[in-house]
């Protein structure tokens, strides 16, 4: 048989197998799942360091007040993360009462040359630590190949010792330091798993309006569970749902997964939660990932909830679409 007729055949073959197939409702994990992470804190930064005043001028840390002054203006100096990542916590203790006086800013770069604007940071209320006065901002994506990071502090009240340290958690959630051949024969698995449930997915993505609560499980976004050190608990009765925005990126670009990778190390490790604080997490998609270790149970209780309610459920929409929005409310449904 001439390698044109075989060609031919082959082709025929694979139009006649495509009809009975589609895209899956997900594509399958291009990562092992295995974070690589480094922390890096420094304390009182910006004590005994150069300051530079709102309207013009320098003066060291040391020599700024304690009892008002002018805004001034503290930059890190460029922070090597000693790895590539592609997110990146930041976390900071401010002294007592004065967490509302000063605000954090973050930009990353591939070489330290070249850099990102700079981003304000949002403190999640909800992952705030008040024995400590401990804040942390969401993971924070960063530039591709990215290896450096610079913070800077806006200080109202003129007081450097308002900031007593910061914490940088630079993540790679995306496998960026196995190597290139590592991520090929990962995207040649996850494209091979996309194959084969293109055959069997089409149906309960076309049943959607029907029942549209199916879940998506642990396994489908890579979580590792060696990062896990929580025993679930499950309170006799859930009396409410508690919804959060993640204030982390939205997973475009078929990322959902990494982000909620980044959110998983950032609350298990850097915030020592033992595992993601969200009981379910709803992408722009319309998507329903489950989050805390315990199985498809509304009734688990979850981190971010158990402060205020330990009879709630917390589900975070990491963007609120029309489609995040409506698998949110079939949720609560039921």
Known sequence: ???????????????????????????????????????????????????????????????????????LLFSSPTIAAGQLFDRVGVHWVAARGTEGSFYVELRTSSDGASWSDWDLLGADEDMANMDTN????????????????????????GNPSDVQRVGLTFMDVNDLNAGPVVRLVNDVVGAAKDVARSFTEPATAGAAAINPTRILTRQDWAADDKLMQWIPRYPQKVQKAVVHHTVTDDGGNGQVAATIRAIYYYHAVTRGWGDIGYSYLVDKYGNVWTGRQGGDNWSRRSRTSSRRNSRSSASSPTAPTRSCIRSRRRMERG
């Open 134 to 157: 401990e804040w942390y901002a969401s993971p924070h994506l960063a530039v591709d190949n990215a290896r450096y990071a610079q913070y800077r502090v806006w200080l109202t009240d």
């Open 1 to 71: 048989m001439s390698k044109k007729r075989f060609a031919l055949l082959l082709g025929l073959f694979l139009l006649a197998l495509f009809p009975n197939s589609g895209p899956p409702a997900v594509g399958a994990p291009r990562a092992s799942g295995e974070i690589v992470a480094h922390e890096v804190s420094i304390p009182l930064p910006a004590v005994n360091a150069p300051l530079t005043r709102q309207g013009g001028g320098t003066l060291n840390g040391a020599d700024a007040g304690q009892t008002g002054g002018d805004t």
